[in-house]
């Protein structure tokens, strides 16, 4: 399944970015054309994101902890983490202090930053942190705080977005405003 | 006063200062509070609301709802309930969540609630003439009728005239009912060929545009937050009380009442405002709507010499007989899509097992001679995980949550049941001398139990659950009965109406029998509960008390 920029728009619609933050991410659509899929355009956006590195490192933590059927998850997290920062600064100090973590502690196992290690390795440190197992915590330990800032902010994104919906069988998901028509529809 | 002292100490510029003496004092900018003010203002008096809790900004509901959805989250923060304000002690039989059951700010528990607007049967205004236990309500049904009619309008409720078990009513309701879900669709036939008749549901919830907000876009969180105002809820009705000419202060809870000369009138209510300030707000007439615990509690509070028990408290009942509703519910899996969670709310009820809830069906549902009280089914539009709460909270990520998703959602179905409670005189709202909130004062001790009777309807509901999803050809993997039930939020009784002074403590026009200037729109007047959803009546009997209030002034 491509995820594309519209869908990170019905996403920032569960986020609570439905004023200034969408309008960033439209405006950038608008000059980039239409919502055709977005992981053809990432280089590109890589220089107009509100900071260099964390919508980077979300990228490469989605990478991880999205399905593997699921496509174009770099514009998809882009899109949707410049909304949500731009809606709320408050959260993207919340999300530069877990990834300052994951920095720290790619470095110091790895000798390398995080965005540069390959996915497994990612993966493997975010186990060996042990944040598979934590609960989310936004004043926790490292791995609560990137549970809470990290993980599960990208898997609130995918799984209150229709596309996420559909990849578990429904379309409008909790979280999601999609209208009273689908709870009365059976499988199709 | 300066003009930034002016505002308690909050910062944000509001004048939280007494007023000089007004008609009205309201407590509580609740639903009844909220209608009742809206009504009064309305017809030309000056009222004064005071709440104890904070205006929310309506621009934060999707961050709510997502604190609802996120597993960081209780259900106390959504609203932000808790601390040093809201400290309560629960020493009876049961442990009672009060900080989960209630919401303190404008608009009170109908921000966090579900929605759902019955009438109360004919029945349940004579619970002790028709079954012996419980008391009457001092008037009946019809008395309450075109009350509740109005409170439908204001409502707007979404609804159809298709329950034959409904008592009867004048007019359709404001806005057409929500279509039966997918999963009503499946239970359908199970249920007709059981001979359990279903029916729809009336929501507080706009299934068109309505009184200025919009229809619902199916979040799938009514409960506790409706990000779109689609659901009413009691901060819709303070704003029109508004724009009638109420003035309502937030943050300002009430510490007592005080009496003057004359020990049958309330003078002034005390309120505090966080900078620790006490203001006194005089005023003709006080209504009390502060829900069925904080009502009790703030009349209690309220003792003095010259009411040494507690103000209005000559019979020695309030906090007495605190009344819940108890949930029954059972739920399993189907072989097959049920397509639930899509919304937050039901479309299909069966009212059949309220006024006879031990008849039988000639056709599966066995009958029982028990004694038992009213039963209200619920068909469940929720069944199972949402899928999104499954993903924050698990070990797994990637293709392997993706798997655990796709096994664990998708074939659920559950059915409800709210059950009458019998008023219990022992079950009641006291004051916890051990333990102070914030401005010092005792914090409400809920004492909670229940009796045979409950329990046996909380079974018997259970054996109507299990054979409806027998038939349906469920897998039952979960049964919530007698022995594990909880309350569904509903708090009752606690300053019950009557028409004898010494068995009840307000009278049949919501005013308390000791203080002639004092009234209470709240369920904790109604004699005995019922099974349904309060929220309707409680609207019902705050325009009934604002009628009664006019009168006097």
Redesign the interface.
Known sequence: MELTRRDALAALASAGVVGGGSAAVLARERRDGTDRPTGDRDRDRNRETPDGTLPDALVATAEVVYPSEVSGVSGFVRAYSLGRFEARPDYREGVRDAVDELEEHARAWYGEGYTALDRGSREELLRSMGVHSAEEDPVGTAAERVRFYVVNELLFALYTSPAGGRLVGIENPQGHPGGTGSYRRGPR | MTAPDRDGGVGDGRDRTADGRVDVCVVGAGPAGALVARALAGAGYDVVVLEAGPRFDPTDR??R??RS????YGPPDVWEMGGPRDAFSATGELHYPLNAARVKGVGGSSLHWQGMVMRLHESDFERRTRSGYGADWPFDYETLRPYYARAERRLGVSGASDNPFAPPREEPHPLPA?????SD?LFAPACERLGVTTHSVPNARN?EAFDGRA???????CKPVC??GAKWSADHEIRAAETEGARVVDRAPVQRLLTGERPDRVTAAVYATPDGVEHRQAARQFVLAAGGVETPRLLLLSRSPDHPDGLANASGLVGRYFTEHLFAGAGGRLD??T?Q????FN?TESHQFYDDPGAGTERGIPASDADLAPIKLEFL?YAGP????M???G?????A??SR??AG??THVAMGALVEATPRRENRVALDPSRTDDHGNPVPDVRWSLDARTRRTLARANEIQHAILAELGADVEWTVGPRDTGPAYHHMGTTRMGSDPAESVVDAGLRTHDVGNLSVASSSVFPTGGAMNPTLTIAALALKCADHVAESL
């Open positions: 999707v961050e709802m997502e959805i996120r597993p960081y929500f279509p039966p879900s997918y669709s299934s229809a619902c876009v199916g979040y799938g969180t990000p779109s097959e899509p397509r969670n899509h919304v937050g479309t539009n949402s899928p999104v709460e993903a924050l909270s070990e797994d990520w990637g293709d949550l993706l998703l796709r959602y998708g």
